[in-house]
């Protein structure tokens, strides 16, 4: 049997996109990866985890690299789908992508819902064929899980990647998160300037907060 591992980066910031990743290996991959001490992507320096990228991507049977902007979180959220929905869907996309129909395949995607039944159901209402695949939806399975620790180790290559793009274009935006001081300074300065820039997410109460709405301000 294969393994796809799913999982994200870059769900909570305020600035850049999110991304999501899925890694398509066979055992003697997992052992191969196991072996380059391939673990969960916070838990190794950036340039570790530059290096396992190039390993991975190498040794896996396929990888897929799913890039959700700002603004399109923004439209999601504006359209009713929430975060949840929109990352089951990337979730879905990154399966129908690797899926060989002719083999069983489990899936084990790093679930990003307290509840986890109801987010495998909406997964699933997401995804093409899924007789041949075994799909398990578990709370930190980037820790338990080779397949997911890889899959998040690219994720997260691929988010400092974008953050990188940002700086050049933009300067110091921090990491993005709204608890990076240096993000909160770059967005009090520049915020109202770059707000129809497309790397911020306006529907995030950090956001709101520092610039309310229009019809907002004249509520009362």
Not at 55 to 77: M, P, R, W
Request: glycine share 6%.
């Amino acid at each position: 049997m294969l393994i796809i591992g799913i999982d994200d980066a870059g769900r909570g910031p305020l600035i850049g996109p999110m991304i999501l990743a899925g890694v398509l290996l066979n055992k003697n991959g997992e052992t191969f990866l196991k072996k380059h001490d391939v673990k969960d992507s916070k838990m190794l320096m950036h340039p570790s985890r530059i290096r396992l990228a190039k390993i991975i991507k190498e040794s896996s049977l396929g990888y897929k690299v799913v890039k959700t902007s700002a603004e399109q979180i923004d439209k999601s959220l504006k359209s009713k789908i929430n975060l949840n929905t929109l990352e089951a869907m990337n979730v879905a996309e990154v399966i129908n992508a690797l899926n060989d129909e002719k083999k069983k395949i489990k899936v084990v995607v790093d679930c990003p819902s307290v509840n986890i039944k109801a987010w495998h159901s909406t997964l699933l209402s997401y995804v093409k064929n899924t007789y041949n695949l075994q799909v398990v939806c578990e709370h930190k399975a980037d820790v338990h899980h080779i397949a997911v620790a890889a899959a998040s180790i690219l994720a997260k290559v691929a988010r400092e990647e974008e953050v990188s793009k940002l700086k050049k274009q933009y300067g110091n935006i921090g990491s993005g998160y709204p608890s990076d001081p240096d993000t909160k300074s770059f967005l009090k300065k520049h915020g109202k300037q770059l707000k129809n820039s497309g790397i911020f997410r306006k529907t995030w109460s950090t956001w709101k907060k520092l610039y309310p709405d229009a019809k907002q301000k004249t509520l009362f």
